[in-house]
């Protein structure tokens, strides 16, 4: 579903290409494979040449006057380049859940031509299809993980990034295919509010209920019990089996943004749907802290405060680019985020262990970086691998060579 997507103009008349998805997917998926290395290696080289250390318990680095506007810049957003320790809400935390609302913003437009043909939803193609693209992407994650490393099944980890992506997706797209907009959101609500339940009234033995400690909570108890081989964290996964669960509803999030986006309403232009879709953004935002109150912000757990507001900033980030791109045709800027969004999972496969993009950027450009001081090379060894992949991914795309699961 990378390059799929399609909207109305504003007179309805012919259909176009909805960039700002590309876009927006491309954006997020700069800071996994090569922002996060730049700006933490910018943060780096300032901390060093100012004396400053990271704090242990959360990973952030303090900041004193001395410092100039933009050596704090590139350290606050280092600081934001790093998860929440547990309970708690960064930058970094909303990369995931963003992806997986662009996944769900895709499918009102990728199905829209099997929900109009009566026969094509008699076809059980569409589900062999999703049922495929859900076991790529599980397989990709464990093979990511070191699954032809063969340290033995008790060392592989089965759970992973695009395992979560491919289930969530598909458990989504059967409520999306099979349910009006009513039961959509009847959905939506029963699997919050039936996480909920579960986390804090279901008792963990030897811990009680609603225990929610990184040992003591039941999504972490469940991984221990039934997640097969490795688990990411020894006593729970972040990618784990019961909080799975509530990440289809991160999903759905987009289907609804996407849902309201391609429909034909005679009085509400692109531009006011911008508005709407913000005021939806930061009410989910509300939604989201006030749950958090009783169940608070958390990514481990993907607790359904942390959905609503996650998917809040995703409606938000979401909004501002479509109004940009595709309402305003400001969309030069972003070409390098579509270059990047247009063939996703290849890159994030080849930078997770199928290329050693950091040797090649010393490998071509050592000699530049040799020049710089010392403090910096980090910094510049990763904008050697961004230069590497951007030239990479814009071939890609002029040769129209998009990797579809």
């Keep these: 579903m990378n390059s799929e997507q399609t909207a109305k103009t ?19 998926m700069f800071w996994i494979v090569n922002g996060e290395g730049i700006f933490h290696g910018i943060a780096d080289a300032i901390m060093k040449k100012n004396g400053l250390v990271r704090n242990a318990t959360d990973w952030t680095i303090g900041t004193n006057n001395s410092l100039s506007f933009f050596e704090k810049f590139f350290i606050g957003v280092s600081n934001q380049l790093h998860h929440s320790v547990w309970n708690g809400f960064t930058f970094y935390d909303l990369i995931f859940p963003l992806f997986i609302f662009i996944s769900g913003v895709s499918m009102p437009f990728s199905y829209h031509k099997y929900l109009q043909n009566p026969q094509e939803q008699n076809s059980k193609k569409i589900y062999y299809a999703l049922i495929k693209r859900t076991l790529i992407l599980i397989t990709l994650g464990v093979i990511i993980n070191g699954l032809f490393k063969f340290n033995g099944y008790e060392n592989t980890r089965f ?22 907009l009513k039961k959509q959101i009847y959905w939506f609500i029963g699997i919050l509010l039936g996480y909920y339940l579960l986390m804090i009234f279901v008792p963990v033995p030897g811990f009680g209920s609603g225990v929610l400690t990184p040992e003591g909570n039941l999504a ?13 964290r020894v006593f729970y996964d972040p990618e784990g089996l019961l909080s799975t669960i509530p990440a289809i509803c991160s999903a759905m999030m987009g289907v609804f943004a996407g849902t309201f986006l391609k429909a034909d309403l005679p009085k509400v232009n692109p531009t006011k749907k911008t508005m709407f879709m913000a005021l939806a953004g930061i009410l989910c935002i509300i939604l989201g802290l006030v749950w958090s109150l009783v169940f608070p912000i958390n990514k481990t757990m ?4 942390f959905v609503l507001y ?25 070409l390098p985020f579509v270059w990047i969004g247009t063939n996703s999972i290849l890159i994030y496969v080849c930078a997770h262990g199928l290329f050693n993009f950091e040797s090649s950027s010393g490998f071509v450009f050592g000699g530049l970086i040799n020049f710089l001081a010392d403090d910096y090379h980090q910094a510049a060894l990763w904008f050697g691998v961004f230069i590497i992949q951007i030239c990479l991914l814009k071939f890609l795309y002029d040769k129209k060579w998009f990797l579809k699961i």
Aim: net charge positive; hydrophobic share 45%.
């Design 302 to 305: 993907w607790t359904s405060s």
């Design 10 to 28: 504003e007179s309805g008349a012919k259909p176009k290409r909805l960039i700002s998805l590309d876009a927006l997917r491309g954006f997020d």
């Design 159 to 180: 759970a992973s990034v695009l395992g979560r992506i491919g289930l969530s997706t598909f458990f989504a797209a059967l409520i999306y295919l099979n349910s009006s």
């Design 220 to 232: 972490a108890y469940v991984d221990r019990l039934f997640l097969p081989g490795k688990l990411h």
């Design 310 to 334: 996650a998917g809040g900033f995703s409606i938000l980030i979401f909004a501002l680019f479509y109004y940009t791109i595709d309402v305003k045709s400001i969309y030069k800027w972003s």
